[in-house]
């Protein structure tokens, strides 16, 4: 929208010349083309004329009177004689009233307005929308079905089962045994019972435990040696005084107090287990296979087993697929749950280890649980949305799509296939900007004007993306072009045919040309020698002076000798009757 004032951007509004929408009249150097027109606005030109833009946008009409046109009193108008136009019969004050949507004016008319809410329906199949269409929704076969005995069956089996498991611990002190259920909505439960049998099979020790704790407390009488006597002895023979008497010998008490120190500990023993073949050993002793506790454990699958759950069938998973994976044996419980997304049925499947190798598992099928159709279904009335089985919410009322302006040239045509993003804050009026919004950009160079039409299909922060719905081309701007004797105005304007004026009796341009340069030069020396007066910008323009004549006649006159250099010719031969003299 240019300005035609200053002379500023022409694809922007311009502030400063172009007044507020809540102002009446806007001073204007000339008028606008139509189209960058506005219905909002009087423009006043310099000459004080007021222009209002015509309903159809094609031409601007003169409020203060268009030049030509004579105005004539009526019914309840007059006209003075000054040009004054009264009302002669005034209205009495009227009152519009609103009421849902009908607007009305005492002593006139109401009209509706329409209402811009769209309704959403839904009967049987059909959905409906007010003002718009209605679609029949396909049949859901996968639930078209009576399921009143599922629904009986499945409350019947809500009524006596847990919910699904996702974690199970099992503890054991002495002979209670505690095992932990941790369900997938994340309640727990404790099962306490008395292993009774376990213990009347398991390998009782208490006979060896008291062996081994009498040998722990026995004497080790081969290795506490009492040499008090041995002591004394030695003493004795120290301070006994030296006689002549041979030297005591005690190399046979050394030998066998050597022999004493030597003796292995045979009475020191050492208990170990093997926890891979539950083997309990004593040193110097024998050993015994404790019994394993091989009652299964209950493993939780963290992802489907693999295969067709059907008797008979046999799969491989691993260890690490467990909720609970240490001391995966054989004869475990393995649970795994799957779910059908288009019946909506679920399906516990139960599988038996038959073998493990490693971190391999292998599983055969065992049996299985089945439940009904959990889907639920989403229904709308007016814009109460309701879920089976759930709650339900009032959708907020629609608003309709707002047209807004650019401020710039959006990159590129409005073509569908073209998507940009611009900024918000380019967008002239911004405020709840939404969805569905249009935004209309223009562009123009020297041969075109282009108006763009977009469709916001994306907003982030201030990033607005938007697709592009249509251009309009406008093309004021037409050139003239002459083709022989044939005008021509571009863009549709039509042409004429050049009227060709007759020339025969005119002079020639080369003649002509000839003539006004002889003319030129007789002006130049008439100028020259003081009889012509120039009074323009050329020799052409100018006057003798007064009393200055060009002489004619049919002698020549001389200074001096006749036929000399100094003389007045009016014939450049010898003629009679010249005359000389000086």
């Known amino acids: ?221 081969d290795t506490v040696y009492n040499d008090a006597d041995l002591k004394r002895r030695v003493t004795a023979l120290e301070n006994k005084p030296v006689v002549t008497a041979p030297t005591y010998d005690d190399s046979g008490v050394l030998r066998r107090l050597g022999a004493l120190e030597a003796k292995p500990d045979n009475d020191r023993q050492t208990l170990s287990y093997n926890n891979g073949s539950g083997v309990l050993s004593i040193s110097g002793g024998n050993s015994v296979t404790l019994p394993k506790d091989d009652k299964p454990i209950l493993r939780i699958a963290k992802s489907n087993i693999s295969g067709d759950a059907v008797p008979g069938a046999v799969q491989t998973t691993y260890t690490d697929n467990f909720l609970n994976k240490s001391g995966v044996k054989v004869g475990d419980i393995v649970q795994d749950i799957k779910y059908y997304a288009n019946s909506g049925a679920t399906e516990a499947n139960y599988w038996t280890v038959s073998a493990v190798n490693g971190s391999d598992v292998t599983l055969t099928f065992a049996t299985k649980r089945s439940f009904g159709n959990t889907r639920q279904t989403i229904t709308l009335n007016g814009r109460t949305l309701t879920l089976s089985g759930g709650g339900s919410v009032t959708l907020p009322e629609s608003r309709q799509p707002s047209h807004r302006f650019y401020v710039g040239d959006i990159p590129g045509r409005a073509d ?113 020698s003081g009889a012509w007066k120039q009074t323009g910008s050329t020799v052409f323009e100018g006057e003798l002076y007064p009393n200055r004549h060009v002489a004619t006649g049919n002698i020549n006159l001389f200074g001096g000798a006749p036929d000399g250099g100094s003389f007045i010719r009016t014939s450049n031969n010898k003629t009679e009757n010249d005359l000389a003299g000086g």
């Open 1 to 221: 929208m240019s300005c035609y004032s200053c002379g500023g951007n022409p694809n922007t509004f311009c502030g400063e010349c172009l007044t507020d929408k809540d102002t009446w009249i806007t001073l204007v150097d000339t008028l606008p083309d139509p189209f960058m027109g506005d219905l909002d606005h009087l423009f006043r030109t310099p000459d004080g004329n007021l222009y209002a833009l015509s309903p159809d946008r094609t031409r601007w009409i003169r409020v203060n009177g268009e030049a030509g046109v004579d105005y004539k009193a009526g019914n309840g108008i007059s006209i003075a004689s000054d040009g004054t136009i009264s009302n002669t019969q005034p209205n009495e004050n009227q009152t519009l009233s609103f009421n849902n949507r009908t607007l009305s004016i005492s002593a006139g008319n109401s009209v509706e307005i329409p209402s811009d809410r769209q309704e959403l329906s839904i009967n049987d199949r059909t959905v409906s929308l007010t003002g718009g269409g209605s679609i029949t929704l396909p049949e859901d076969r996968d639930t078209v079905y009576d399921d009143t005995d599922v629904k009986r069956r499945l409350q019947s089996l809500e009524g006596k089962t847990d919910n699904f498991v996702s974690n199970v611990v099992l503890n054991r002190e002495g002979n209670k045994i505690t095992i932990t259920y941790t369900f997938v909505n994340g309640d727990t439960k404790k099962v306490e019972f008395e292993d009774k049998d376990t213990i009347g099979v398991a390998y009782d020790d208490s006979a060896i435990q008291a062996r081994v704790k009498a040998l722990e407390n026995k004497p080790d009488k």
């Open 416 to 528: 569908a296939t073209n998507t940009p993003t611009i900024q918000k804050s380019n967008i002239l009026n911004s405020d709840d900007l939404m969805v569905g919004d249009t935004i209309e950009d223009h562009y123009s160079n020297s041969t075109t004007t282009n108006r763009g039409i977009w469709k916001v299909i994306e907003i982030s922060g201030n990033n607005v993306k938007v697709k592009g719905l249509g251009n309009y081309d406008i093309n004021p701007r037409q050139s003239l072009s002459i083709n022989g004797n044939t005008l021509t105005l571009s863009n549709n304007g039509g042409s004429v045919n050049l009227p060709q004026p007759n020339l025969s009796g005119y002079v020639p341009v080369g003649e002509y040309n000839k003539v006004k340069g002889a003319l030129e030069k007789l002006l130049t020396d008439l100028k020259n």
